[in-house]
């Protein structure tokens, strides 16, 4: 792409959306992304409906770790909804789904499948509550565990409370917030309230904010604490799972969790959740004694989806060439950065990584974050997506096992051309 692309049928769109759509989106989080309407996605590269193409590093949020529209899991997903999607009822893909899912992780004993991280969110924190007999959890600053009233904080900024004008502050008050990479700070939490805490939930590496992994022992640490108070360990690896390892955080910094809740690169696309865990705090699920609803849970399509992205990431692990690509970028971002002389950072693992602008030096929390210059880089985002790279304003950047040499090549002049623009 050279010069400004032209955008003129987004455009028209955009206009059409605003009148019947609130800001012309569906999902608040893409509010801050420039006004791009897509028309198709392929691999790592994305088409709008002027025909500009993108090099993809946003992959709907994370989920297409295989790429856009995965030729295996749209079949197998077609294939079976050609003979009904919901029965009301089970069906047979869903047991080999949950199998498949449980291999993958390894430690986890029993799931159950949802349509969003959200709602999984919600069941982990009800199961947690049904099992200790307490009402309170604890998150953490900069985590995002969903948009409902009890975990909707801001994810930047020093801001604290409610993020959301007709949110209940009252749902938070069942919480304690704490900043992360902070063992001390929870072990003297728990010392005083630890009888009344149901459950820690966190983002075991921080990428909603920061692309920020856990400091060495962190997680083990966390791991005694809540041992020593019957504290339920929650890892949301709705980002995490399936992407920095086949077993996610758990498997990659090698602490098991009690509950854990997944999304996102689980299904290829698809709109699949999953909450998993040990069978005693699954199993009353089962019995009816906790509850956990949904119309769509395990559905056919989210059924065939979750099996043929398993078989795909269980028998051609891409995870090698995933962490090869993205070492690989961040530093040739790191060394253009140089040449150019500009203080662009770059923090996080290969396969979901955070870049901004400011102090090389690595954050470990949201208040370090903080000294980034996170708006300059959104600026830059957004001009980015003009030289054909569609990227999250929050500056995280998802790879995919779709991405490769020449996704590399072409991704390296489009950032130096925009670097270069901005030179005197
Ligand atoms: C860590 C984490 N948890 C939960 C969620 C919520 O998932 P969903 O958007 O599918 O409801 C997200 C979404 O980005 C997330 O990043």
Redesign the pocket.
Known sequence: MTGTPVRTHSEAFRQRALISVPGGVNSNVRLSAPPVFFARGAGARLWDVDDNEYIDYVLG??PHFLGHANAAVNEAVSDACTRGMLFGGQNALEVQACELTLAALGWADMIRLGM????C?QAALRAARAATGRSTFVHFEG?????LDNVLVHTSGQQSGVASAGQLSSHLADSHMLPWNDAEALAALLSVSGDTIAAVIM?PMM??AGGIEPLPGYLQRVRELCDQHGVVLIF?E??TGFRIALGGAAEKYGVTPDLA?Y?KAMAGGWPV?GLAGRRDLMEPFGTGVVNHSGTFNGSVMAAAAVVATQQLLQSDPPYERVDAYGTELMAQLAKLAERYEIPLRVQGVAAAFHVSFGDPAPVRDLRSLDRLDLDRYAGFATRLADHGLWLAQRGIWYVSAAHGEQELTDTVERVEAALAEQLP
């Open positions: 949020q994370g969003t991280g959200t709602e969110v985590h995002y565990h969903g948009w983002e990428v909603n949301d709705v980002i809740t999304g959740a």
